[in-house]
């Protein structure tokens, strides 16, 4: 597609429940980024993937958060044992290289309430 | 990385121009300044970026000092539909690192 696209768009789980959120990226794009809203903040950044590998996880707010790219191109954020603090707008990105002067393609968000 | 600092929220009148101002201090020599806005219930959406000289495009201009502590990003004739939260951010060149954003500009524009 033109775009990137995520889903679901809207995801309700319980408490301690297994979510996975996935992103397709504009074709060729090789970095992948993921980032997480919440309401009145800015996007705070998750993990960045070139490739199928994750260049800087740093974001990750601790092990229950994993994100996959197996093949470079479709990426998959995990979240186990989900927490009602884990409710947010999880956005993903994508860009045609690493380089500061490419920019960045947003999707629209998978909106996860936790319950 | 190198700090950005805006105004929390501004006003517009539909119509009229909009000069969003940034600082940038601290920014490097290799650091790219880029603005992003973010429509209500939409993903941050790319407007311009620059990194020396002034930038134009069908969105907006990018006005930038020259000693690069600072920048303004300029819509020429605000509408309603330019009300969103503008995130002015730098993005080394090299590095490639991700987008961090701060709290943004919130602009509401006046009808």
């Known amino acids: 597609g033109a775009g990137v696209s995520q889903t679901p768009s809207n995801k309700v789980t319980e408490k301690g429940k297994y979510v996975e959120l996935r992103c397709d990226p504009i074709s060729g794009h090789t970095a992948l980024y993921w980032y997480r809203q919440s309401l009145g903040q800015g996007p705070e950044f998750l993990i960045y993937?070139?490739?199928?590998?994750?260049?800087?996880d740093s974001g990750l707010p601790n092990d229950r958060f994993f994100a996959v790219r197996p093949e470079g191109s479709v990426s998959t954020l995990k979240i186990q044992r989900t927490e009602r603090g884990d409710s947010a707008v999880y956005l993903c990105?994508?860009?045609?290289?690493?380089?500061?002067?490419?920019?960045?393609?947003f999707g629209a968000g998978s909106r996860l309430t936790v319950l | 990385d190198a700090k950005t600092t805006q105004p929390n929220s501004m006003e517009s009148n539909e119509e009229e121009p909009v000069h969003l101002p940034c600082n940038h201090s601290?920014?490097?020599?290799?650091?790219?300044i880029h603005w992003y806005r973010q429509l209500p219930s939409q993903g941050p959406e790319y407007v311009i970026h620059g990194l020396t000289s002034n930038v134009n495009n069908r969105m907006a201009s990018l006005a930038i000092a020259e000693d690069r502590k600072s920048s303004t990003l300029i819509l020429h004739r605000a509408t309603l539909r330019d009300a969103a939260v503008y995130y002015c951010?730098?993005?080394?060149?090299?590095?490639?690192?991700?987008?961090?954003f701060g709290g943004g500009t919130r602009l509401m524009v006046k009808p």
């Open positions: 951010i730098l993005r080394d060149r090299n590095a490639g690192n991700m987008l961090t």
């Open positions: 601290t920014i490097s020599g290799t650091d790219y």
């Open positions: 990105a994508s860009s045609l290289t690493r380089s500061g002067a490419n920019v960045l393609t």
């Open positions: 993937f070139q490739g199928t590998g994750a260049a800087d």
